[in-house]
């Protein structure tokens, strides 16, 4: 069997395509590949490891066996679909069973002089982990299927002057679903995604009832991720569908909810309540709570006497 191989960055498609043993690709800037594979064990081929210049999306359509992406493994259901950005480490796919996936590859300047090249930044589950993929229903599946035989058949046609804009347009569409389904998975999921909004409130009260934030300064969204071991941008988005705040936006409420106990509960002066809060400065602090409340400090502590 062959060890890893850390192959560094992938600025091509070709190049991946080279890595993994795929057919060269029809276009130089986007890729559609369909692999389907039968095995008793994992794979007896290249692994690889590498920082990648291109967006890459895959969907596993079938799964009978284990899957590791990366260096770990993930129970992917089948209709699972996962989404990297240029300048992350992308590995390679493992099976052991059968399984049958797509997978599409998009190099950014595909998407120079189109609104999509700024639009596609905006997609949060480009930064998600690969443990928090986007799980498809039946219907779901059949959307995003067509989606990509239509790209397909495209690539595989001889590319005209309106190739560009009709693949532009499909990959617009098949980002705005995997965007509303996303949404559709927070929903259905409450329950967990409940769990993880209580584990939040947690971390953080900790955080502030043990006095962390005089040594670390203010609780940041990496921390909080950390510490639920969920990514940045899955926190956010999930948040943002349930309470209609970011991870960034519900620190700054706690931040305030905190600062409001202290107004009016001691006659610490300002300073000394943001130093505690985890600001470096008391103007920052200050700032911040005019921002959220419409009054200074001294303002609402008044408010209150």
Request: aromatic share 12%; net charge neutral.
């Amino acid at each position: 069997m062959k060890k890893q191989h850390n192959v560094g960055r992938l600025k091509s498609i070709n190049e991946i395509h080279d890595v993994c043993g795929f057919p060269k690709p029809k276009h130089p800037l986007i890729s559609f590949s369909h692999i389907d594979k039968v095995v008793t064990a994992v794979e007896n081929e290249l692994r690889y490891s590498g920082v990648m210049d291109f967006y890459k999306i895959t969907f596993v359509l079938k799964n009978r066996g284990r899957v590791k992406y990366g260096q770990d493994y993930y129970d992917f259901d089948e209709g699972s679909m996962m989404f990297l950005a240029p300048n992350q480490v992308v590995g390679s796919l493992e099976y052991s069973g059968s399984a049958e996936w797509y997978v599409f590859l998009i190099h950014p300047d595909f998407l120079l002089g189109s609104s999509l090249a700024k639009k596609i930044k905006q997609y949060g589950f480009f930064s998600y982990s690969a443990n928090e993929a986007l799980h498809l229903s039946e219907k779901e599946k059949d959307i995003i299927i067509a989606i990509f035989h239509i790209i397909e058949a495209e690539l595989n046609e001889r590319i005209d002057n309106f190739s560009q804009e009709v693949m532009l347009s499909q990959i617009d569409l098949l980002l705005n679903y995997a965007n509303r389904f996303y949404n559709r998975q927070f929903i259905t999921r409450k329950i967990t995604n409940k769990n993880i909004l209580q584990q939040t409130e947690a971390v953080l009260d900790e955080y502030f009832i043990q006095e962390k934030s005089q040594d670390r300064g203010l609780p940041s969204v990496h921390y909080l991720s950390e510490k639920l071991n969920v990514s940045p941008g899955y926190l956010s988005d999930m948040l943002r569908s349930l309470i209609g705040q970011n991870a960034q936006q519900y620190i700054h409420g706690k931040l305030i909810e905190k600062a409001k106990e202290k107004l009016t509960t001691t006659e610490m002066a300002v300073n000394e309540i943001a130093y505690e809060l985890g600001f470096e400065h008391s103007q920052s602090f200050s700032k911040l709570f005019k921002s959220k409340t419409k009054l200074t400090p001294l303002e609402f502590r008044a408010s209150f006497n």
